[in-house]
C-alpha cells in the first residue's frame, strides 16, 4: 500500500486545513488508518485514527472537538479535517495505515505497517 499526503500549508491561527491521504488500493476491513505528526525539536505523536471498516474514531486529547478524520470509501481516502488550528498544531502530519491491529495500540507509531510522505502545516500567531 502506498499511501500519498497531501494538504497541508500555512495559516492563521482559528483556521482550518484539511489534509488528504489517498491510498494506491483497495483497503481491507481490518485497516485502520491514522494521522502521526511531529512538530519542530519535538517526539513523533499520534493524532487521529480510523478503523476502515466501522468507521471507529480514535482522537489524541489535543486535537478532540478540533480535528475530525473521516475516509471515503470509493476513493481510498481519508481526510483530517483540521479546525480552530493553533500554533502549536505547526508540524509535519503523516498518514500511515496498519493490516491489522490492538485496539488499545491504535496510538502506537510502531503498530503501523504503512507509512505516505509528511505534509507540512504551518500555523501562524
Known amino acids: 500500500v502506498q499511501l500519498q499526503a497531501s494538504g497541508g500549508g500555512l495559516v492563521q491561527a482559528g483556521g482550518s486545513l484539511r489534509l488528504s491521504c489517498a491510498a494506491s488500493?483497495?483497503?481491507?476491513?481490518?485497516?485502520?488508518m491514522a494521522w502521526f505528526r511531529q512538530g519542530p525539536g519535538r517526539e513523533r505523536e499520534f493524532v487521529a485514527a480510523?478503523?476502515?471498516?466501522?468507521?471507529?474514531?480514535f482522537y489524541a486529547d489535543s486535537v478532540k472537538g478540533r480535528f475530525t478524520i473521516s475516509r471515503d470509501i470509493a476513493e481510498n481516502t481519508v481526510y483530517l479535517q483540521m479546525n480552530s488550528l493553533k500554533p502549536e498544531d505547526t508540524a509535519v502530519y503523516s498518514c500511515?495505515?496498519?493490516?491489522?491491529?490492538?485496539?488499545?495500540?491504535?496510538?502506537?507509531?510502531?503498530?503501523?505497517?504503512?507509512w505516505g510522505q509528511g505534509t507540512q502545516v504551518t500555523v501562524s500567531s
Open positions: 480510523l478503523n476502515w471498516s466501522g468507521g471507529s474514531t
Open positions: 500511515a495505515a496498519s493490516r491489522s491491529l490492538i485496539q488499545s495500540s491504535v496510538a502506537s507509531a510502531s503498530a503501523y505497517n504503512y
Open positions: 488500493r483497495r483497503t481491507f476491513s481490518r485497516f485502520f
